[in-house]
């Protein structure tokens, strides 16, 4: 049912994703659970707070020799599925999304199916790939988590990205403005 060395997206209860993280990590799971750090005012003052990149969502790795319940986690609901089978995440997102929340240059961002695919080639996220938007004559990249259809988005240069599949090309200044 589960294959070892793959990452599956759980569903949790929502403001419970930090004690199911803990609660399956003492199982001997590897356990992802991004956050990003947001802005809040309240009463006139304005406060920094953590919050789940995802609300209920977690992503939790088999490890092979585990055999505690995931399922039986309190505040775990159940794994991601499609026709009730669990489905692994593809381990470039989960990478990609690693990579953005160590460097805590991510932020939620609405699911997008449609648009220019784009991959970087300069810069701490070479490799990558995503959506192009522009967001306050900025430049950013979605990554998408397909199988949860949810998004983040990180802030790149405009000449570190490529469309998919081509050369460095000197347009991607003109088409990150294009993009609204």
Known sequence: MYKPGL??????????EAVAASLLARK??????????????????????????FPGYLFCRIVPGVNGGILTTPHVVSFVTRAKVPVDVDVEEIRMLQLAVARRMVEPWPYVQVGQRVEIVSGPFTGCRGLVVRLKNRCRLVLSISLLQRCAAVEVESDAI?????????????MCQSLH
Request: contains cysteine; charged residues 35%.
């Open 7 to 16: 990452w599956y997206a759980v569903m949790v209860r929502r403001q419970r």
């Open 162 to 174: 490529v469309p998919v599949g081509e050369t460095r090309w000197h347009r991607s200044e003109s």
């Open 28 to 53: 001997g799971y590897e356990i992802f659970c991004p956050e990003y750090r947001r802005l809040e005012r309240r009463r006139g003052l304005i406060t920094e707070r953590v919050a789940p990149l």
